[in-house]
């Protein structure tokens, strides 16, 4: 791999994380809040989805993989990731949607984030009001409620993806949004894919 690609790739990723979490700040110190967040380490209801995300941010989280994690979490990962994408298979995004109860996120363990510090945007933008609303809602299966967090929250989830796949489409490279589970299934099945995707080979399945 080539140390210059790999370097623009990651910091791209980074730099954008970094601007989520300083927008995010930034609005809670700054606005007068009605309703604190009320996101704590545990409250892990948010979890039980399918994120989507850039490629730049599956490329850092499969890197983050493949220098953090043993083979052990690697194997165990893989099972989970195959777990996953069987009971999603054929099926249309509403449908998916519905039965996140049973689908929890590749990563979580224990109701913590195993890639806390790499998180995706829409993860750290997923912010609610109440964390004992989101969990009569998810305890009811009432997937189509909605969170009691600010319209802010979404307004830096798009601004920073549209950057991202502004980038990515500049380069010449994929730029569609895809499921975390199938993204890091695609890279960790790829002999060279930060390269790759920075050649502006397909790497990534394109969600149906």
């Not at 700040?25 to 039980?48: A, I, N």
């Not at 989280?61 to 989970?80: C, M």
């Not at 989101?134 to 950057?163: D, G, V, W």
Request: glycine share 2%.
């Amino acid at each position: 791999m080539m140390k210059s690609t790999l370097n623009e790739v990651l910091k791209l990723a980074r730099d954008a994380l970094k601007q989520t979490d300083d927008a995010i700040q930034k609005f809670v110190l700054l606005e007068s809040l009605p309703e604190p967040l009320d996101c704590k380490p545990g409250c892990h209801y948010c979890c039980y989805n399918q994120p989507m995300v850039t490629p730049p941010e599956a490329l850092l989280i499969g890197h983050h993989i493949e220098q953090t994690f043993k083979d052990q979490q690697k194997q165990t990962l893989n099972v989970k990731i195959k777990k996953i994408l069987k009971k999603i298979v054929g099926k249309h995004p509403d449908e998916i949607f519905m039965m996140r109860h049973k689908l929890p996120c590749i990563f979580l363990e224990n109701s913590m984030c195993l890639i806390y510090m790499v998180r995706p945007v829409v993860c750290r933008t997923c912010s609610s009001t109440s964390a004992a609303h989101c969990k009569m809602i998810f305890e009811n299966r009432n997937h189509r409620a909605k969170l009691r967090t600010y319209p802010q929250m979404y307004k830096i989830l798009h601004t920073i993806h549209s950057h991202l796949t502004a980038f990515c489409r500049e380069k010449g490279c994929q730029s569609d949004i895809f499921r975390l589970s199938e993204a890091i299934e695609n890279y960790l099945n790829h002999p060279n894919p930060i390269d790759a995707w920075f050649q502006g080979e397909t790497i990534f399945n394109i969600p149906k």
